[in-house]
């Protein structure tokens, strides 16, 4: 395996994952993804920024051999997650001279997941900077984008800026710098949903500060580079995604055993629709999770669709409604339609699941069976009250 070529002292030393299917044993993958490494050559020293996945540890070392990389001075550990640490034993074994270069946090993680000693580690501060020679590496602690270990590392003489998780995409590539497309749109897109949007309000400030240091290069640790256009690409989603506001959209997620749910659901898709405002409607069951994380980046208002299971919510319902909590999308209002069978509480654990989301609820809708007329009266109320709640927001 070649290295590529980043800049004149960068070379990507990364590996595409064609065969990942699922990503932290939540979200489908729809390209697999990506485990980027990076190496930075001075005059003096050579530097590698994050280094790989344990699965492809062998592999990772052979192209070192392959490239003629016959030193290593620094590791430098952007992040303790093992998907860009897990290979630092190893490259420690084969270079017996190098130092992992990290903050106190990621030391700290390495220390007790990869048994790293701690004669090993030079632990570094905010903005302290490293020489290579010619070469200068400044490293700015970015906590909470995704870990609070996380931070970036900039290659100030070429205004290369090494991001880690952040900025990142699930997406397999050929050409290390990013032609934007919708496939590629899609894969930021469900990364960001389930890595970022948990941190929206520091995703939003560090997409500022990259914007106000006008760098000429992105470097994630998943999904290709971003150079020239490219910048304007990935940093305008980000700034789309992490606004305040969202779309008007309307996410629908519900789960029907007797098709009663279901037919509320219609309903309201339906009323909504002829109001003009946008719905995803989404089946629980039978949905790929990856569309429901997606649709919640934008969704201004999450209904819940219900059926009682025993004395309870449907437990792929109270799933869905835990994982919203969860990711925190910017929904500024939820409600719920269900239908019960012989009695119970249908309601209560779904408010507590996308309690963490804050969102004011508008009344929901409980049935008897199936819906009759009075339930579907009900059912438009609901659809009158959110469009007013969305055209209060401007979005209708």
């Given amino acids: 395996m070649s290295f590529k070529k980043i800049t004149d002292s960068v070379l990507y030393c990364g590996i595409n994952d064609f065969d990942r299917v699922i990503f932290d044993e939540l979200i489908p993958l729809d390209n697999g993804t990506t485990y980027n490494s990076y190496i930075v050559k001075g005059n003096d020293k050579i530097a590698v920024i994050d280094t790989m996945y344990p699965k492809f540890t062998e592999q990772y070392l052979k192209s070192f ?43 700290g993680n390495i220390k007790e997941m990869l048994l790293v000693p701690e004669d090993r580690i030079q632990v570094i501060s905010n903005n302290e900077e490293l020489d290579l020679g010619g070469k200068t590496l400044k490293f700015i602690l970015a906590p909470g984008v995704h870990w609070p270990d996380t931070m970036f590392t900039l290659l100030k003489e070429e205004n290369v800026i090494f991001t880690c998780d952040f900025l990142g995409s699930h997406h397999t590539f050929d050409e290390v710098f990013a032609v934007p497309s919708d496939k590629l749109t899609r894969g930021i897109k469900k990364y960001y949903a389930e890595i970022m949007m948990p941190f929206r309000m520091l995703s939003k400030k560090y997409t500022a500060q990259i914007r106000e240091m006008n760098v000429d290069v992105i470097c994630p640790s998943h999904g290709p580079m971003y150079k020239d256009e490219g910048l304007e690409y990935i940093l305008s989603l980000y700034e789309d995604w992490t606004a305040d506001e969202g779309k008007n959209l309307v996410l629908l997620p519900y789960v029907s055993m007797y098709g009663s749910v279901e037919e509320m659901a219609d309903y309201v ?26 649709a919640l980046v934008d969704a201004t208002t999450i209904v819940m669709g219900v059926s009682m299971v025993l004395a309870g919510p449907h437990p792929a319902a109270v799933n869905v409604a835990y994982l919203a909590g969860v990711l925190k999308p910017k929904a500024k209002f939820a409600s719920i339609i269900g239908s019960y069978g012989w009695g119970g509480k249908l309601f209560d654990k779904i408010v507590e699941c996308i309690a963490p989301i804050k969102p004011e609820i508008v009344e929901p809708v409980q049935v008897k069976g199936k ?26």
């Fill in 65 to 107: 051999d392959e490239n003629g990389i016959n030193r290593v001075d620094y590791i430098i550990a952007n992040h303790g997650e093992q998907d860009h640490s897990g290979s630092i034993p190893a490259l420690l074994n084969k270079y017996p001279m190098a130092k992992v270069v990290t903050n106190g946090n990621v030391a």
């Fill in 371 to 396: 819906p009759k007329k009075d339930d579907f009266a009900k059912l438009d109320v609901l659809v009158n009250s959110i469009y007013e709640k969305h055209k209060s927001l401007g979005l209708v």
């Fill in 269 to 294: 898709e339906k009323g909504l629709k002829a109001k003009g405002i946008e719905v995803f409607k989404y089946d629980v069951i039978r949905g790929n999770l990856g569309d429901l994380a997606v």
